[in-house]
C-alpha cells in the first residue's frame, strides 16, 4: 500500500510518476544518484513510507563518488535545495 504516490496516484512499483508533482520528483521506485546526478552510477531507491508521509521524495542510497568530490556536489545540492524551499515559500505567501 505504500509504493504509490498519494498525490497524484501513480503506482510507482508499476514505475510510474507524474511530472511535476512534488511528492513523485520525477521518478517512480528508484533513481540516478542525486547528489551528483549519476556520475557515480548508484541508483537510490524511495523511501516510499516517509515520501508518502512528507509529501515529497525520500531517496535511499549512498553516492559513491571519492568523498572530496561528493562533498562540492553536496554543498552545490544543499544550495539548490534551499532556493527550492524559498521559492515555496513565496508561493504559500502569494497563495493566501
Ligand atoms: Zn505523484
Ligand atoms: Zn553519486
Keep these: 500500500m505504500w509504493n504509490k504516490c498519494i498525490s497524484c496516484n501513480a503506482t ?3 514505475g510510474q510518476f507524474t ?3 512534488q511528492e513523485c520528483g520525477g521518478y517512480a521506485l528508484s533513481r540516478p544518484c542525486p547528489i551528483c546526478s549519476g556520475r557515480c552510477q548508484a541508483v537510490w531507491n524511495r523511501d516510499t513510507y516517509m515520501s508518502n508521509k512528507m509529501k515529497s521524495p525520500f531517496w535511499n542510497g549512498d553516492c559513491r563518488l571519492p568523498e ?3 562533498q562540492t556536489y553536496l554543498v552545490r545540492t544543499f ?3 534551499t532556493e527550492d524551499a524559498l521559492v515555496d515559500a513565496m508561493n504559500d505567501l502569494c497563495g493566501s
Excluded: A, I, R, Y
Design 68 to 70: 572530496p568530490e561528493k
Design 12 to 14: 510507482w512499483s508499476d
Design 79 to 81: 544550495v539548490e535545495n
Design 19 to 21: 511530472p511535476g508533482c
